[in-house]
């Protein structure tokens, strides 16, 4: 499995740079891909994902707007009460990878309909793809193969997985 | 690339919501600096000071908040230090104006031909999102200047 990195032009600000990844060549970005599902019952979650998004690119990423996820991260961690309104599942995932304050790569996701992702039928590929590119990023970084002070640090970065 | 659906929800997203998750990020982030500040970071020592479990702690620490202002006013107690301001004209009031959300400021100094200070300017500027269509010229422009 190849995976090119692309910057997202739409959303990137002077203070943050936001990626994705096209997998194998494919027509559409992974988030792209997650971009046009419809979350018909989690209108709000997915508005305040949008939103969390908007604003990270005003004040830069921090990791407290996460949830740790291993060698990746998800979006978002909203308050009980949001997540009560859907009590049929644990809500809406958007997997990324922080790598610093001011560079995170969007990937794909869904709603998560079971405590364990990896169990999840929904979510299962999209959270084993994170860690992936998480642990692969996490290893060019280690060997210094990865030089994230460098503009545009991903835009020639092909990974095999 | 194609995000026809996260321009729309932005652009059609009630302004109470976006001020909602901007406040709750704005709460955050403080509790976050007051962490570093008075617990080196260490979300155990909060835990202890509250008398509270770490796993607690930590829900309120990371992600949007729905906070109560009776979690808010044990957070201020435990770290000393405020939170949160309320805006208001009243002269008892502890509300310290700031005018300037996540705001640069750059100062332009140039030198004459012989060494000599002919201009300083300084900029200051609120950060802002450029969506890839706004003038990311002039954002280019002001950040290679030197800073003060």
């Given at each position: 499995m190849f995976v090119e990195?692309?910057?997202i032009h739409d959303l990137s600000t002077t203070k943050l740079c936001f990626y994705t990844i096209k997998v194998n060549k494919h027509a559409l970005?992974?988030?792209e891909k997650f971009d046009a599902k419809d979350f018909l019952n989690h209108p709000e979650e997915l508005a305040i994902l949008y939103n969390i998004i908007t604003e990270m690119g005003v004040r830069g990423a921090k990791p407290h707007y996460f949830k740790n996820e291993s060698s990746a991260e998800a979006l978002p961690i909203v308050s009980y009460s949001i997540m009560s309104q859907n009590k049929k599942d644990f809500g809406l995932r958007l997997y990324c990878k922080l790598l610093t304050d001011s560079i995170v790569v969007l990937l794909n996701g869904d709603i998560k309909t079971m405590q364990n992702p990896r169990s999840c039928p929904k979510v299962s590929s999209h959270f084993n793809l994170a860690l992936k590119?998480?642990?692969a990023l996490d290893k060019l970084i280690q060997n210094k193969e990865l030089n994230l002070t460098s503009n545009n640090p991903l835009s020639e970065c092909i990974i095999e997985l | 690339m194609n995000l026809t659906k996260f321009k729309s929800i932005i652009s059609e997203t009630p302004d109470d919501l976006k001020e909602e998750v901007r406040l709750s990020m704005d709460i955050l982030d403080r509790i976050h600096e007051l962490l570093e500040k008075?617990?080196?970071g260490k979300q155990k020592l909060l835990a202890d000071k509250l008398g509270k479990s770490e796993a607690e702690v930590s829900k309120w620490l990371?992600?949007?908040?729905?906070f109560t202002i009776k979690t808010i006013a044990k957070l201020e107690i435990a770290f000393g230090e405020q939170i949160i301001a309320?805006?208001?004209g009243a002269d008892n009031s502890t509300f310290e104006q700031c005018t300037h959300r996540y705001s640069s400021k750059n100062t332009r100094i140039e030198v004459g031909l012989y060494g000599d200070l002919d201009q300083v300017q300084s900029v200051v500027f609120e950060s802002q999102p450029t969506y890839g269509i706004t003038n990311a010229d002039s954002i280019t422009l002001h950040s290679n200047l030197a800073d003060a």
């Open positions: 990195f692309e910057k970005t992974e988030f590119v998480g642990s | 008075k617990f080196n990371n992600g949007v908040q729905n309320v805006a208001t």
